[in-house]
């Protein structure tokens, strides 16, 4: 099953229980300071969670852009971590349901629509949540054995909204943790959350000491914690994580999503690692995207944001001894997103003018270099000059091969056929540069 098809399927389940899908947002908060970027399916609809306005439904599905770079020095070493990722996300965020209906909702996905077997699914929820307790054990081939109680389960921001969460983990096999049989999740590396359901129900008022199980507790009898009238749903499944364990794979960089930015870079470089490979194929995606949301790279908030992932990859490049130009694999990005209509229905941008304006960012950014240390940015030197990256036709039979690469459901392919031409007319791709070989010997400062 493909990511994109992951995301379909998604989509549909939610959708036909009543839930209006909306697109993705922007990577740019509108009216939010609170963050650079958009962190999390739920940021765009917080208003509708705070009462500020009404959702255009009571029953929201989304596929949300996500970009979040606190844990940037992670991505590569391990199996998880990245920058840019989707989160699918199902919402009620005026309490039309709560957790009586949202824990089967996703039941019913994971066990018939993705068919995942349920002796390698586990549950994790908050020590005070009964409530989810007796649902869970009620859904059809759980166990109060697979049902864990952890600390760590509880959703808030000091102030506010807030409450239990409830998880759902994926069991790797005893080979990937502890081997003790009694493992379970959150104690060694053998399971993988992929589904958080959060259940604001409560309403901080004062500080709690905690959120144990009897933190909770003593909020709720001093008054510090107050039940809400209407309990709210918000659920995040990272499309990279859940796509890895449908596909079998072993971490998020073997997905289809990333595996063929990474292959690209190994077949491509004179001295390939996997972490090079693998931040290079986070960063070049990540910066992808938030180019097509309309940010260019600067020394300031987004823009140096940007600017960090480009020059990360930039240095990695130099590393791994890449011999393609960087906006190559951003090429392959936007092919990927051209075969998925929604996806590129929210973009900012459309995809001919966010690969243009890769370049141009790119171009500033040298210029922006002190010459002392230019010469150390020539592995992300265009061939040239921009003019020859995407004003350039051989290069379309590559960017179809690479868009034919993956498997696609009956309705993408009658899609894809006009994506494939619109991608080639879009780029205006043509002949590849010149093999182009770093003549820089100082190292990237990072
Ligand atoms: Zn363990």
Not at 18 to 24: D, I, N, Q
Not at 343 to 353: F, G, I, M, P
Not at 378 to 396: C, D, E, G, H, Q
Request: net charge positive.
């Amino acid at each position: 099953m493909t990511g994109n098809e992951i995301r379909r399927r998604f989509l549909e389940h939610f959708a036909s229980r009543e839930h209006k899908v909306l697109p993705s947002a922007s990577l740019v908060p509108h009216g939010d300071p609170s963050t650079l970027f958009i962190s999390a399916g739920m940021q765009p609809l917080k208003p509708y969670y705070l009462g500020l306005s009404d959702p255009p439904a009571p029953r929201l599905a989304t596929f949300q852009k996500c970009l979040r770079t606190g844990d940037i020095d992670e991505v590569g070493k391990t199996d998880r971590h990245n920058t840019f990722f989707e989160m699918l996300g199902n919402f009620a965020p005026t309490g039309d349901y709560f957790k009586e209906t949202a824990i089967p909702l996703a039941w019913e996905l994971v066990m018939e629509v993705f068919e995942m077997p349920v002796d390698r699914l586990r549950v994790t929820i908050h020590p005070t949540d009964d409530e989810a307790h007796g649902i869970w054990i009620r859904q059809p081939g759980m166990t109060a054995e697979h049902v864990t109680r952890l600390e760590d389960n509880w959703w808030g921001l000091g102030a506010g909204p807030c409450g239990p969460d409830s998880e759902i983990w994926w069991d790797r096999g005893k080979e990937f943790g502890c081997g003790q049989d009694d493992c379970v999740p959150d104690h060694c590396d053998r399971f993988t959350e992929f589904w958080n359901l959060v259940f604001p129900q409560y309403d901080q008022r004062g500080p709690i000491e905690g959120t144990s199980g009897e933190a909770v507790r003593r909020g709720l009898a001093d008054g510090s914690l107050v039940p809400l009238k209407r309990p709210a749903i918000d659920t995040g499944m990272g499309l990279e994580r859940i796509s890895y364990i449908l596909q079998g794979k072993s971490n998020i960089f073997e997905t289809d999503l990333l595996a063929p930015l990474a292959d690209a870079v190994r077949q491509n470089s004179d001295q390939p690692t996997t972490l090079s490979e693998r931040i290079i194929a986070d960063h070049i995606r990540a910066a992808t995207f938030v180019i097509g949301d309309g940010v260019m790279p600067s020394n300031e908030g987004r823009g140096y944001v940007l600017r960090r992932l480009i020059r990360r990859a930039a240095i990695h490049a130099q590393r791994a001894g890449l011999r393609r130009p960087l906006t190559d694999l951003a090429a392959m990005v936007g092919a990927e997103i051209s075969r998925c209509p929604p996806l590129q229905e929210s973009w900012a941008t459309n995809l001919s003018v966010s690969i243009a304006l890769w370049s141009k960012g790119w171009n500033s950014l040298k210029r922006s270099q002190p010459s002392t240390r230019r010469r150390s940015w020539a592995p992300m030197r265009f061939a040239s000059t921009t003019r020859t990256v995407f004003l350039s036709s051989s290069r379309a039979s590559w960017l179809r091969s690479v868009a034919s690469r993956s498997t696609s459901t009956a309705s993408a392919s009658r899609w894809k056929s006009s994506a494939r031409g619109r991608v080639a007319e879009r780029l205006k791709v043509g002949p590849w540069p010149r093999t182009y070989r770093s003549r820089s010997s100082p190292a990237i400062e990072s």
